[in-house]
């Protein structure tokens, strides 16, 4: 009997349960024994959480297809336990997963549904083979985030991407407890909101021909506001971009009376920053961009909106009769002082709105509009000269929250590394930074594949500096948390992509010969080279000096066996010059 016990208790032991939760918690502590989560579990809350319980019991039932039974009493096992929590640390939420109970106090809804993605979290990876039983392991939580503001910008202008793609990127984010959707929508190369009282911005302004073929897509009110409503049952909340003054080529394209010279332009079809500009000397385009804003606002209830501010040449300002005599009529020093003009000028509208603005740092050019917030990108100094002068500041440096950005320069490390609260700012400074995002450029991402390969797995790590981290950070461990969601992120079907540069190669000269070494960028990576399209691959041994002069390098990295990254492909030609100066 005692052998039969002790083999059933072994069994259970098998699996070893797993907390891999990202963003990892504040304070964790883990129990031994498993909950275990079924059609029999019941669910039971003070009555001021009714909301809370429903939203939770309708998640279940969606995402693991287990009804709880809403009970009138509090059972003694196999039961879920809502409880207020007065904590007033931001999102904050208590869980307490035992072998029989299951407790969630939360001092707000946002708490309980964070509670309730990391329960998802456990569920997803400690059931990989599903059976009635979900197991859920014993632990303890106390977690709440350290930024407010943790977002991610997606610039649907450049490459478009559908409503269904908007939705998933949503229902990822919110998995890993980001909670801010800056959606870029108005660009050089299309314009993609439908505007009631401005037509032909999306029945012109939406649409570029690239080599003889018409690309381009909009968003109707409706499917915006769908995905508003989609995203707030996510508590995510949407800032719209847009921009102004610059990157507004498309809607000049569509009425040219918005330009300096009032010509006709086309829409940008190819990538960079263009001289055509919203003019800042003439009324006209002050009651465009006022009427724009207007319906923006009908369609977004968040309290800020981003209007750009970013790279706008002042090439257009500095020949236009209409913005001298703006500069002159007011006072103005230049050409910066006009586009500050122009920034606080709508700031001053979209007050009057019940409204603010982010802008991206050149706002702070020519003077900062009050109670802006600026988006600091060109590194951090933006966002530091922002809090010292008193204005809220998010911070997206290219150095580290740039998604675009290939894997060479930003890997999984580097966004890991990231620190939203730069060093020189004093303590009230530093409460001024509200959060990062990390920003999602799409001139070179096509489609909703090559956007899941850029963003994923980087996302998670901006998750949790935004959602955990202090200043010291455990990247292994991050990483090791980070194997467990690749078969999670498979079902969701994202195309993940890689964590580092697989291989470099180092050459050095030696006598009439290349010494050749090839650097894995990851330990537990393994290298395959062959030279040529002739033969086969070989295993390349860590360290190992490969001699040859002349010929095409390949080199295939794997990762458990499967492939990672694509083939890296180096010719070499030896010759006298080769190294020497
Ligand atoms: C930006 O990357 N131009 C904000
Ligand atoms: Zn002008």
């Given amino acids: 009997v005692v052998f039969s016990w002790c083999s059933v208790k072994n069994t259970s032991k098998q699996v070893p349960p797993i907390y891999s939760i990202i963003p990892h918690p504040q304070e964790l502590v883990k129990n031994p024994n498993f909950f275990l989560l079924n059609n029999q579990t019941s669910i039971y809350s003070d009555s001021t959480l009714k909301k809370s319980t429903k939203q939770l019991i309708k998640l279940i039932k969606k995402e693991y297809d287990i009804s709880l039974n809403h009970s009138t009493s509090i059972k003694k096992e196999n039961c879920i336990i809502l409880a207020n929590s007065n904590n007033k640390k931001n999102d904050y939420y208590e869980l307490n997963i035992s072998e029989k109970l299951i407790t969630i106090n939360a001092s707000s809804e946002v708490g309980y549904f964070y509670a309730s993605q990391t329960i998802f979290q456990l569920l997803d990876h400690n059931n990989l083979n599903k059976s009635q039983n979900f197991k859920l392991p014993a632990l303890k939580i106390n977690d709440w985030s350290k930024f407010k503001h943790r977002g991610m910008l997606l610039d649907c202008c450049r490459h478009f991407f559908s409503v269904s793609t908007i939705k998933k990127y949503l229902r990822l984010m919110s998995y890993y407890k980001m909670n801010i959707l800056h959606w870029h929508l108005t660009e050089d190369q299309g314009w993609r909101i439908a505007i009631d009282k401005y037509p032909n911005l999306i029945t012109k302004g939406a649409y570029r021909n690239e080599n003889n073929k018409i690309y381009g897509d909009y968003y109707s009110k409706s499917e915006m506001k769908e995905v508003v409503e989609y995203a707030k049952s996510l508590n995510i909340n949407i800032i719209p971009e847009i921009e102004l003054p610059g990157h507004s080529q498309a809607a000049i394209a569509a009425y040219p009376h918005l330009s300096c010279t009032g010509e006709t ?229 994202v195309d993940y ?85």
């Fill in 265 to 493: 332009y086309e829409v940008a079809n190819d990538w960079g920053v263009f001289k055509e500009i919203y003019c800042a000397g003439n009324d006209s385009v002050f009651t465009f961009l006022e009427d724009v804003l207007n319906e923006v606002i009908e369609i977004f209830p968040y309290e800020y909106i981003h209007i750009g501010g970013d790279e706008a040449p002042k090439y257009r300002w500095e020949n236009c009769k209409k913005c001298q005599k703006r500069i002159k009529q007011n006072n103005l020093k230049d050409e910066h002082e006009l586009q500050s003009y122009f920034i606080k000028r709508i700031s001053k509208f979209l007050k009057s709105k019940g409204k603010s603005i982010i802008g991206w740092d050149e706002i702070l050019e020519g003077g900062l509009a009050k109670n802006a917030i600026v988006q600091s990108w060109r590194g951090t100094k933006g966002g530091i000269e922002a809090a010292k002068s008193g204005n809220k500041a998010i911070m997206s440096p290219t150095s580290h929250a740039y998604f675009d950005y290939s894997i060479k320069t930003t890997d999984l490390e580097k966004v890991y590394s990231f620190r939203p609260i730069p060093n020189e700012l004093n303590k009230n400074e530093r409460k001024l930074i509200i959060g990062g995002e990390c920003n999602v450029w799409t001139e070179h991402i096509n489609n909703e594949e090559e956007l899941d390969s850029k963003v994923f797995p980087r996302l998670l790590a901006m998750a949790e500096v935004l959602w955990t981290n202090e200043n010291e950070s455990d990247f292994e461990g991050f990483k090791k948390r980070l194997q467990n969601h690749y078969p999670i992120l498979k079902i969701k079907e």
């Fill in 497 to 581: 992509g890689i964590e580092v540069l697989p291989c470099k190669i180092d050459v050095e000269r030696k006598n009439e010969k290349l010494n050749i070494k090839l650097i894995k960028g990851s330990n537990e990576l393994e290298l395959k080279y062959k030279w040529g399209n002739t033969t086969n691959y070989i295993k390349y041994s860590e360290d190992s000096v490969i001699e040859n002069n002349s010929g095409e390098l390949f080199v295939q990295t794997f990762k458990n066996g499967n492939k990672y990254g694509d083939i890296i492909s180096q010719p070499f030609k030896f010759h006298k010059a080769v190294a020497k100066t």
